[in-house]
């Protein structure tokens, strides 16, 4: 342990998030961490397609949207890396034959964008009120060229890296609930990443906390 922690820089920018923001969806939220920007929409539970339907739970949909063009592969696997965390985390069970859309918009990318998009998501999942059985948060590792691990990268970290991992983190028990990797790294180097993933996953969920705490004290 005492070779991670002098290896381990466990900083994250500074964190902002509003809920409720958009008056069409049934919940919303933006999320910052530093200069990335997200900005999440949740619709439903609404009618689905026959096609889509799925007779015990709901069918949940998640769409990125890239700052400028048309989302391209890498929007597709980030989906899935959402769409994985938001399904283990949402009671979908207690609305089957119905349809959950989230829809993410990137609003500037400055690094951590996978982990931006699900600490967004998970704010418009509770802000659209939908029975969850755990919230989750995502947190970005970078190992870089002296084998440092840097927490929340920036981009031109990301650049510089060898290799780049992000982690959904659960806050019952702090389990891995989805994990993207890239690069080239050691088992040892990856579950130290784990580790320091979990232990920032305590701040940002503080920081879910105060932030629920701060809008409701205002509403009462």
């Known amino acids: 342990m005492e070779e991670m922690e002098e290896g381990v820089c466990a900083v994250l920018r500074e964190y902002g998030s509003e809920q409720n923001l958009l008056s069409k969806p049934d919940g919303s939220a933006t999320f910052l961490q ?39 592969v890498r929007e597709r696997a980030r989906e899935q890396c959402v769409r994985e965390t938001c399904e283990a985390a949402l009671l979908s069970t207690l609305h089957p034959r119905s349809s959950l859309t989230l829809i993410l918009q990137v609003v500037h990318d400055d690094g951590s964008l996978l982990s931006c998009c699900l600490n967004a998501a998970c704010m418009a999942l509770m802000d659209a009120g939908l029975p969850m059985g755990r919230l989750f948060c995502g947190v970005t590792c970078a190992i870089d060229a002296e084998s440092q691990i840097i927490t929340d990268p920036t981009a031109q970290q990301e650049k510089e890296c060898r290799a780049l991992m992000t982690f959904a983190i659960d806050s019952k028990d702090r389990n891995v609930l989805m994990s993207s990797t890239k690069g080239s790294f050691s088992v040892k180097e990856l579950q130290q990443c784990i580790a320091v993933s979990q232990k920032a996953s305590e701040k940002i969920f503080q920081f879910y906390r105060d932030s629920v705490k701060r809008r409701y004290s205002k509403i009462l």
Do not use: H
């Open 34 to 72: 530093g200069d990335t920007s997200v900005l999440a929409g949740v619709y439903g539970p609404a009618e689905v397609k026959v096609s889509k339907e799925i007779y015990d739970r709901a069918t949940l949909e998640v769409v990125i949207q890239p700052k400028v063009g048309m989302p391209s």
